[in-house]
Structure formats: structure tokens, C-alpha cells
């Protein structure tokens, strides 16, 4: 996957919004832990800790839930057919000698009409962002990586600095106190081996370690406080240690880290640091009986006497005069170690209020959806397959006409950033031995740009009407010819279209063709969105031989508004049949009718909110493993076939213009369809 693939893939756009969610879900929680902070100042320094502990975990795990939630829409693979009531229109399928329509729903049919409607457009601030956020994704999901590697790098370097801080210049502690320490350990009940070291590069007192803790002191703590206010920052240290707060400090990093961008972030863990060492405070109180002023002295003396007064401790350890020391040698001295049991009470149902009231109204914007469905998708997809390489020629001019059109293609493909895949048809390009120069060179082109191509027939035969041998014999031919154009210039073929997107007229046959795909590597594609743009290609093309602009600019205009009409059907049986916009399949023809409208239709499907992704992005939806058993002469799209199979009504298709119509009908009726 190159670069420019991966900045349109699903997830960018996942992280994309996700990071645009969290700008709301953080602000709220930490409004939630201001308010709840507020409305506890006197509680017990515990339960303050403990729920600012929680906002900073909520701060991480809800963003990652969302984007779980963003994700999971392509976790979808079967059809909710537990309404009865759906919007979709019963139609027939009316057989014509040039294709296949769809005939309209009977006029009392109360819903008939509807699959004619545009979809009303965005007006909710969420629609519109919908629609416009997105396109700036990858280059916000671009500096938001950028930003995370650079803190992610201050992170590995603090815990470099501490590593330095626990080789270098360090000694065993004065005699004695390491069995003073020990006894410390005893009264608090830990377990693990504590170790005591001085140091010539601290300039106060820090605890590291999970697994083999560490206590260092600067050397010359040792001689400028008592005995007996050294044993208070140990007794610091240690309860730091026993309550395993370098995990909480794992968890800090991580959240500044990764959400750096967001304000909200370092307040809350500000606000975690203050709180543990206000807690700290208080369990060193408890421990040693009136001793709030020894300990205040302590720590006035500590700050007094560093050997490194500019020195930054590392936010991955815990140091004795961290956090807002005049606070807290204020609050030491003034705290008292009698707990009324009634606010502890009261206090932890606060706790319980806020938590359950936080978590209610973030996931109030995830309300439960139907089975199958997934909620809003991150943004609307869509995959564009042509039907052959190189252009179709129906002009006098071919194959020089059928040169200028696939240059023109390629070149807009590439400028609205559409990962195309063009399905070679080996006739146009060689007798059966030898390839055509002209028309090889022009298929050459699509491989030189990059895109990618997949096989179509060497002929453009239905299997309906081919016999399977047949037909597959006519698979392996085009695949040679296919392997010849490309040689070593692009990506081997992987995916096949049906031509005329018919698949034959038993699951035996279809079976068989399947097999030989399978057993080439070829994945079928499955189309959502079949349309009739062909004929007004057909038409267009017509009327650009006999140079009638007049006509040439009817026909642009009708193909327009029409394929806006076929945008609205499909997306409203996307949302039908899934309950959720699933990544879109689109056939077209390589015509200059394409070429000319390129500005209006590929702008207009990014500002309908789609982002162009390849076939094999669009088809690892498992929506696509939904089973299907239509068979017979029409080519219909995967949602008539996936409708059929759940024996749903079909949505009624907008008609294409009468004047189109009339023209094929007239002149064009020889020609096949796509």
C-alpha cells in the first residue's frame, strides 16, 4: 500500500473522526471531574485520587471505544429484514433485447416514486461535518502521528534519564539505614524488595521501579534533615511504591502522548499528580502519629537544599516534593487523620453518581442500533471499476479518440485521487496472438499511471448465454493477453467483472466459473452500484461525431442529474437492507463522457462526503460475504440480488431520460450494453 493509499484508507478516517470526537468526550469528562472535585473539597483525599484516576482512564479507553465503534462499520455481514414496513419499491425485471429495466411500482403502489427523490441535503451540523471534516483528515491524522512520536519520545527519554539516575553516580545508603528501611517495609506490608541507593545526580528523593523498586536520595539529604524527617520522605517513597503508582504514571504518559492535542488531557492528569500526592501526604500522617510538622519540615528542607535546583525530574517517577508543594505542606498542616465514616459514605456514592453519570451521557451519542447495523459511518466510500481498458471507440476516429479519452481519464482519476481498476478486454487490444500496437499502447498507459487492472473476457460474452467451456475458455485467453500487456509494468491481475454483470443462469455454472477464478487467485467484484450511464455515453458519443454541441450539452446535464438521482437510490438501499452506508462498488464506462463531467462528478461525490477507495478496500467490508442466488439473463446490481435473497421488495430505479431512451432505441439498439 503506497502512501497517498493509505492517507484515504478507512483507517485514517477512523482515527480521523475519533480524534474529532474526543474533543467533545474529554471536555466532557473533565467537566465532570471539576464539578465533582468541587462538590467534594473536604472529602478523604482517596476518593479524589480515585476519581481523577477515573476521568484520566475514561479519557483513554472512550476514545478507543469510538474508534472500535467507527471500525466495526465494516463488521457487518448480514441483512436486517426484521422490518416489514420498509420504504424499498416492488418492481419486476422486464426483459428488452438491449439489456435489462426495471418496470415502476403500479401507481397505487404508495411508495412509488420514491427511489426518484434526491436525498434532502445535510443540515444538522453533524451532517455537514459529515460531509466537509473528512477531506482534511489526512493531513490532521498526519500531524497528530507526527505529534505522538514526539512525545512518545520524550516518554522512552525520561525513562532513559532514570535508567542513567539508577547507574550512574550512586552508593550504597549510610549503615543502618538500609535495615531502617526494611522496617518500613515490614509496618507497610510490602512485599518486594525495596532498595536504597544516594546519588551525585538527583537533587530529591525519587521512587522507580514496578518490579524491582528503587529509592534514590541525594547524598547530601543524609546530613541536612533529621533522622526522623528522612524516614517521612521514605515513608513517602514507599507508599508510592506500594500502591504501584508507576502504573498510574504509565497511564499518564500514554494519555499526553497519544492525546496531546486536547487541553482537557493535562488538566485531568494534573490533576491525578496533585491529588496522589495529597493522598501520599495523607497515608504519611496516619503512619507516623503527630507528625504533620516533622514532615512539613521535611519537605520545606528538601526543596531548601537541592543539589540541582533546575534539574526536571522525569514525569515517569514519583518524586517526594512533587506536585504543588506550598499546598501541600499547607494541608499538612493543617489536615486532621480522623475520618468521619459518614462522608466517606456519602463521598462514594458520589463517586458512584459521577461515574455512571459520565459514562450515561457519552454513550447517549451511541445509541443502540439495529442488529446489522453500525451507527454513522465514519464517512461515505466508494470504489469505481471501469468496465474496459482501453476506452470503448465509437467515434470515426478510433483508436485515436480512444488515446485522447483514456489520457484525459487517467489524468483526472489522478487529480481527484480515485485508485481506479480497469478491466482489461483482451480483444480490444489483441487478434488472439499478437497484441495491436495502437490499441496495446493505450492500455499500456493505465499500467504506466499506476492503476490497477483486473480481467475482464477477451470477448465481452454473458454467461447466460455462453456455455461454462466457453466461457472460461475465454477467461484463460484474456488472462494471457492480459499477463502480455502487463508483464513486469504492475500488479498482476486480482480481481475479475462479470460482463454485463450477469453470473449465468444456474448456481452449477456460476460455481464452475467461480472455481476457475478461485483457482486463478481472482476475486469477483461485486457492484452496488450498477447504473445505465453507458447509454448516455453511447448518446454523447454520438452526438460529439456529428459535433453537436447543443445535444453534447443536454446529454451532460441529463447524465448528471440522473447519476445524483442513482447516488440517492443506492445510499437509501444501503441504509435498507444495512441500516448503515456501507463502502460503495461503482461500474462505469471509460468514456469521454466521463472525461468531461469529471470536474462535476468526482467533485460532487467528495462533496456528498465520499472518499474514493480501491475495489479491494470497498469489498473487505463482510457485508460483501453476504450471500446471493439470483440468476437469470439481467446483470443486476449485489443490493437487487442481496434484496432478492432476503425476499425484500426492490427500490424502484430512476428511470434514464426519455430522450436517451428514444436515441438508443432508435439507432443504438445493436450495440451491448456494458
Not at 460 to 487: D, F, M, Q, W
Not at 496 to 513: H, I, M, W
Amino acid at each position: 500500500m503506497d502512501a497517498e493509499t493509505l492517507l484515504q484508507s478507512s483507517i485514517v478516517m477512523n482515527l480521523g473522526w475519533t480524534l474529532v470526537h474526543a474533543i467533545w468526550q474529554i471536555s466532557l469528562i473533565a467537566a465532570c471531574l471539576w464539578v465533582f472535585l468541587r462538590s467534594v473539597e473536604r472529602a478523604m483525599p482517596g476518593i479524589r485520587y480515585t476519581a481523577s484516576v477515573l476521568a484520566l482512564t475514561l479519557a483513554i479507553v472512550v476514545p478507543a471505544i469510538t474508534f472500535v465503534q467507527f471500525a466495526s462499520v465494516k463488521g457487518s455481514s448480514g441483512i436486517n429484514v426484521s422490518n416489514p414496513t420498509n420504504s424499498s419499491s416492488e418492481r419486476s425485471i422486464e426483459q428488452r433485447n438491449d439489456g435489462w429495466r426495471f418496470t415502476k411500482p403500479s401507481p397505487g403502489d404508495p411508495e412509488s416514486g420514491k427511489g426518484d427523490q434526491t436525498a434532502p441535503s445535510a443540515s444538522s451540523i453533524v451532517d455537514i461535518l459529515s460531509a466537509k471534516v473528512p477531506s482534511a483528515f489526512p493531513i490532521l491524522v498526519g500531524i497528530w502521528f507526527v505529534g505522538v512520536l514526539i512525545f512518545l519520545a520524550r516518554f522512552v527519554a525520561g525513562y532513559w534519564q532514570l535508567r542513567q539516575f539508577r547507574l550512574r553516580l550512586t552508593h550504597s545508603a549510610p549503615p543502618g539505614w538500609d535495615e531502617r528501611l526494611q522496617a518500613l517495609c515490614d509496618r507497610l506490608k510490602i512485599g518486594r524488595r525495596v532498595r536504597l541507593v544516594c546519588s551525585g545526580l538527583v537533587g530529591t528523593p525519587i521512587a522507580i521501579g514496578l518490579l524491582r523498586p528503587l529509592i534514590i536520595v541525594p547524598a547530601s539529604v543524609f546530613l541536612q534533615i533529621t533522622p526522623r524527617e528522612l524516614e517521612t520522605i521514605l515513608v513517602h517513597e514507599l507508599i508510592h511504591i506500594r500502591r504501584f503508582d508507576g502504573v498510574v504514571n504509565i497511564l499518564q504518559n500514554i494519555a499526553e502522548s497519544v492525546l496531546f492535542y486536547h487541553p482537557c488531557v493535562w488538566w485531568i492528569s494534573s490533576q491525578v499528580r496533585r491529588e496522589r500526592e495529597f493522598l501520599t501526604d495523607a497515608d504519611v500522617l496516619s503512619f507516623f502519629e503527630n507528625s504533620s510538622v516533622v514532615y512539613a519540615k521535611a519537605l520545606a528542607k528538601l526543596e531548601a537544599s537541592r543539589s540541582f535546583p533546575t534539574q526536571t525530574i522525569p514525569r515517569t517517577a514519583n518524586a517526594a516534593n512533587g506536585g504543588q508543594l506550598m499546598q501541600r505542606i499547607e494541608r499538612i498542616l493543617k489536615i486532621k487523620t480522623e475520618v468521619n465514616r459518614t462522608s466517606s459514605a456519602w463521598t462514594a456514592c458520589l463517586v458512584l453518581i459521577f461515574t455512571s453519570a459520565l459514562l450515561t451521557g457519552i454513550f447517549s451519542a451511541y445509541p443502540p442500533t439495529p442488529v446489522n447495523s453500525h451507527g454513522r459511518p465514519a464517512s461515505k466510500q466508494i470504489a469505481i471499476g471501469f468496465v474496459s481498458i482501453p476506452p470503448i471507440d465509437r467515434t470515426k476516429n478510433a483508436p485515436k479518440d480512444a488515446d485522447a479519452t483514456a489520457r484525459l481519464l487517467i489524468h483526472k482519476l489522478k487529480e481527484y485521487k480515485v485508485p481506479a481498476t480497469g478491466f482489461l478486454q483482451g480483444g480490444m487490444v489483441s487478434d488472439g496472438e499478437n497484441l495491436l500496437p495502437a490499441r496495446a499502447s493505450i492500455a499500456s498507459m493505465w499500467i504506466d499511471a499506476g492503476f490497477e487492472v483486473g480481467l475482464g473476457g477477451f470477448r465481452h460474452i454473458s454467461l447466460y448465454h455462453t456455455p461454462v467451456a466457453e466461457y472460461i475458455a475465454n477467461l484463460e485467453k484474456n488472462e494471457r493477453v492480459a499477463k502480455r500487456l502487463i508483464g513486469d509494468m504492475g500488479l498482476p491481475p486480482r480481481y475479475f467483472s462479470y460482463p454485463y454483470l450477469n453470473t449465468g443462469r444456474s448456481a452449477a455454472d456460476r460455481a464452475k466459473v467461480e472455481s476457475w477464478l478461485s483457482s486463478k487467485g481472482y476475486t469477483s467484484v461485486k457492484y452496488t452500484f450498477d447504473n445505465q450511464e453507458w447509454m448516455y455515453s453511447w448518446a454523447y458519443d454520438m452526438a460529439r461525431t456529428d459535433n453537436d454541441i447543443n445535444t453534447m450539452k443536454e446529454i451532460r446535464e441529463a447524465y448528471l442529474s440522473y447519476m445524483e438521482k442513482m447516488l440517492s437510490h443506492y445510499e437509501a438501499y444501503s441504509k435498507d437492507l444495512f441500516g448503515r452506508e456501507i463502502p460503495q462498488t461503482m461500474v462505469l464506462t471509460p468514456s469521454r463522457l466521463i472525461t468531461d463531467t469529471a470536474d462535476e462528478f468526482f467533485g460532487g461525490l467528495k462533496s456528498r462526503g465520499y472518499s474514493f477507495i480501491s475495489v479491494d478496500q470497498a469489498q473487505s467490508d463482510k457485508v460483501y460475504q453476504t450471500s446471493e442466488t439470483y440468476y437469470g439473463d439481467a446483470g443486476v446490481s449485489w443490493f437487487d440480488r442481496w434484496s432478492m435473497a432476503a425476499e425484500r421488495r426492490l427500490r424502484s430505479e430512476p428511470e434514464v431520460d426519455v430522450s436517451v431512451q428514444r436515441a438508443w432505441e432508435k439507432h443504438g439498439s445493436t450495440e451491448k450494453k456494458k
